[in-house]
Nanobody
Framework: VQLQASGGGLVQAGGSLRLSCAAS????????VAWFRQAPGKEREFVAG???????YYADSVKTRFTISKDNAKNTVYLQMNSLEPEDTAVYYC????????????????WGQGTQVTVSS
């Protein structure tokens, strides 16, 4: 499975962005999918995930503002980000795994290349 992330950019605080992660090579309708992010000088952290028959999971810092969704027909997972804050600035990565989902980044077999999100104050 190859993952291609897109949709990042520069936005003012309070704005919105939608990230996309398109999969190719194999349908990943049954895969666990997740978004992680990494800010300069910080560890990669879990943002949102979907696994276990469509259940969704969020980091506490984003759970009222971000929404993960999966379109199996398009083989694409999305991350809708609203009310963005400067603290959300990071490179965002999508990840997928055929076995199970996790909040731990090292549990995922497949990764997109990352897309930069910058939120100005």
């Amino acid at each position: 499975v190859q993952l291609q992330a897109s949709g990042g950019g520069l936005v003012q605080a309070g704005g919105s962005l939608r990230l996309s992660c398109a999969a190719s090579g194999r349908t990943f309708s049954t895969y666990a999918v997740a978004w992680f992010r990494q800010a300069p000088g910080k560890e990669r952290e879990f943002v949102a995930g979907s696994w276990g028959g469509g259940s969704t999971y969020y980091a506490d810092s984003v759970k009222t503002r971000f929404t993960i969704s999966k379109d199996n027909a398009k083989n694409t997972v999305y991350l809708q980000m609203n009310s963005l804050e400067p603290e959300d600035t990071a490179v965002y990565y999508c990840a997928a795994d055929p076995r199970y989902g996790s909040r731990q980044w090292n549990q995922y077999d497949y990764w997109g290349q990352g897309t930069q999100v910058t939120v100005s104050s």
